[in-house]
């Protein structure tokens, strides 16, 4: 009896940090071993890392007031399109307590944000993107957000993921002659 009652102890205490978050989710239950996906998760000890690596005191804030960020790429056509509808559904059935924020239906573009406020000061964001070049982007932010800097986060994280810096225009021209 007792090994019945911590099981269930175990189980009712651990479910709720285990699979509450929309990437788990669609991990778990949408991604085929058949069509990979990329999975970037960056957690509260790089955000901090992260604040304390830029000057920029605004992008500081942006990075203390996060909780998690965490990304889902493939560049596969069949599975970008595959994979924007699975991620739809599972939003539509299991995350809709989750308010669309923006919605963009263009001919070569799809984008879906959601948001959901757990409290006053934390929001959980879902991004879900399927560009022109039929790449699929899944991103899921949590923590404290400032919708005005957005923006400023999105071209950082480009610059972290890839390992870039501030090119200067000559170095712009450069990489530009070399893709050519």
Do not use: W
């Not at 009896?1 to 479910?15: A, G, H, N, P, Y």
């Not at 071993?33 to 992260?50: D, H, Q, T």
């Amino acid at each position: 009896m007792r090994k019945v009652v911590f099981i269930f102890l175990f189980l009712f205490t651990t479910s709720p940090l285990a699979g509450g978050d929309f990437i788990t989710e669609f991990l778990n239950t949408c991604v085929e071993a058949k069509r990979p996906v990329s999975n970037v998760n960056i957690g509260r000890p790089m955000l901090e890392k992260m604040a304390s690596n830029t000057n920029d005191e605004e992008l500081k804030k942006i990075f203390q007031n996060l909780s998690s960020i965490r990304i889902i790429t493939t560049e596969n056509k069949k599975d970008a399109h595959f994979y924007f509808k699975k991620a739809n559904e599972l939003i539509a059935d299991k995350f809709s307590d989750y308010q669309e924020v923006v919605s963009v239906n263009d001919r070569n573009t799809k984008i879906n944000i959601l948001m959901k406020s757990k409290d006053n000061k934390n929001q959980d964001i879902i991004f879900i993107g399927l560009d022109e070049d039929d790449k699929l982007t899944i991103i899921n932010i949590t923590g404290k957000i400032d919708f005005h800097a957005i923006s400023k986060l999105s071209d950082s994280l480009n610059k972290e993921i890839n390992g870039e810096e501030n090119p200067s225009e000559e170095e712009k021209a450069k990489i530009s002659k070399q893709q050519e």
